[in-house]
């Protein structure tokens, strides 16, 4: 209903609706093309690289992180990304780079003791056909790099479909969900959702023909009791309404905490009763 | 007080005028308008450009082999956000055709008359003043900017404008990118008083 509603609003004020599926549908994946398309990005890519780690050493792996994306994403501005690290207990954080978004640094990942870093999901914007790189952080301090190659445009810009107020009603409110009971020795996967817009400051509002302001969660601290889960670094190429999906051992009473901020000075903090593993 | 009352009147009117304009809510039998397209610069384009030959990619790829056509990508530069932070990397790139020549927004309507006069000179130079050269006009799918701009050169007297309204996502389909930066002589055109001005 509140969904028909924005499509109609939308439709009243000569908005399309991203129709990027149209021409996602079309046609199967071809390869990259060859030569200075490949050096180009690869130039691109060791700018970011110097930009966010400075001299740092960044290798390349198969083991350590690997990102699964859609091909071709039917939508840019909400492009799910899972990314995998099955070595977990080697690793200390996570990089996620879109190269080609003007914004290249899109989330960075902390681990604490209480997670299982073994998997991570999110929804991010897309603007331009990318290499997307995650560099997995170990324990050791190496940078080790994996990098898939994404199909999706427009994400950045492309508006919400509904008004600013009310793509910002309930700002803040978060829901999680558990995936299941919590077993002794073994980790279990959450899913925090958080209500926010996520505006990117590149997001024309069609009617005033303004740029929505930049309203974006910068960090999201996730904990259980005195022990960290992880915190996550955030920037405009998060999608609205941020989905994070991650894992976490099941030890402790307490509830899980998650404190969020925007760089707007919003906070936000909600408490969610967790399920605990009982031996 | 007087500002909002003057922001709310804004947006009245711009409502009014986008009613006035007759937005589609469907990609098919989208009109043309009269002129040049003045509503909003994302939503659903004509079939046509009167005057003008629409190709899609594979009549693009003819014509590039036939004629060498001069390409002008007029798809909008991103936008970087005002209060984003200095410590954050922003670091834009654009995409295109290659070989094209990108003039950013050069699709807008209406536009100033200098810097519509920068966009015609440009084409001039580019075309080597040959009225007869083929030129091709794109940005991204659901653009009204590239419909715009070839209108323009339409107007201008150019025999032979195309229009590719697939723009970038299409050519990218089939074809490599390269990264491309804003044609040097429309960077350096007469500015309005607004940076970073949207498409009007």
Redesign the interface.
């Known amino acids: 209903m509140k969904h028909l509603a924005a499509r109609r609003l939308a439709l009243a004020i000569g908005l399309s609706v991203p129709v990027l599926a149209g021409i996602a549908a079309a046609g199967p994946v071809l390869a990259l093309g060859a030569g200075d398309d490949d050096s180009e990005r690869l130039a691109r890519w060791k700018e970011i690289q110097t930009t966010i780690f400075g001299d740092r050493k960044v290798e390349s792996t198969d083991t350590l992180v690997s990102i699964d994306a859609p091909g071709r994403a039917m939508d840019a501005s909400l492009v799910p990304i899972t990314l995998s690290m099955p070595q977990k207990d080697k690793i200390a954080g996570l990089h996620l780079v879109i190269d080609d978004n003007p914004s290249p640094y899109a989330a960075k990942f902390t681990f604490g003791p209480a997670a299982d870093p073994s998997e991570i999901k999110l929804r991010v914007r897309v603007n331009n056909y990318t290499n997307v790189h995650a560099v997995a952080e170990t324990k050791d301090g190496k940078l080790m790099e994996a990098v898939r190659f994404v199909k999706a445009s427009g994400g950045c810009s492309a508006p919400m479909g509904m008004s600013d107020e009310e793509a910002m009603k309930g700002m803040g409110d978060m829901r999680m969900k558990f995936a299941g009971e919590a077993n002794p020795g073994k980790s279990l996967e959450a899913t925090l959702m958080i209500r926010h817009p996520n505006f990117s400051g590149m997001q024309m509002n069609q009617v005033t023909r303004d740029y929505t302001p930049a309203r974006y969660i910068t960090k999201v601290e996730v904990s259980r009791g005195s022990s960290r889960i992880f915190t996550l670094d955030g920037d405009i190429s998060i999608a609205s309404n941020p989905v994070i999906g991650f894992s976490f051992i099941p030890e402790g009473q307490e509830p899980i905490r998650v404190v969020a901020v925007d760089n707007q000075n919003g906070r936000w903090e909600h408490s969610f009763t967790a399920p605990t593993a009982s031996n | 007080m007087w500002k909002r009352r003057g922001?709310a009147l804004?947006?009245l009117a711009?409502?009014f005028a986008?009613i006035a304009?007759g937005?589609?809510?469907s990609?098919v039998n989208v009109p043309e308008p009269d002129g040049l397209w003045t509503?909003?610069?994302?939503?659903?384009t004509p079939a046509t450009l009167q005057g003008a030959r629409v190709v899609d990619l594979d009549g693009l790829d003819a014509l590039i082999a036939r004629d060498k056509p001069v390409l002008i990508d007029v798809a909008?530069a991103?936008?970087?956000?005002?209060?984003?932070?200095a410590d954050?990397?922003?670091?834009?790139?654009h995409?295109s055709i290659?070989g094209s020549v990108w003039m950013p927004n050069a699709g807008a309507a209406p536009l100033d008359p200098r810097q519509e006069a920068v966009f015609l000179s440009r084409v001039e130079a580019l075309t080597g003043g040959d009225r007869t050269r083929a030129v091709v006009t794109f940005c991204?799918?659901?653009c009204w900017g590239s419909w715009n701009a070839g209108k323009r050169l339409l107007s201008a007297g150019y025999a032979n404008v195309y229009w590719y309204p697939?723009g970038?996502?299409?050519w990218?389909?089939?074809?490599?990118?390269?990264?491309t930066k804003p044609d040097p002589a429309w960077e350096a055109r007469p500015r309005l008083d607004r940076p970073?001005e949207?498409?009007?």
């Open positions: 922001r804004a947006v711009a409502s986008i304009a937005p589609a809510d990609p509503g909003p610069a994302r939503g659903y909008l991103d936008q970087r956000p005002t209060n984003f932070p954050r990397p922003w670091l834009p790139t995409r290659p991204r799918p659901e697939d970038i996502e299409g990218q389909d089939r074809h490599p990118t390269t990264a970073g949207p498409l009007r």
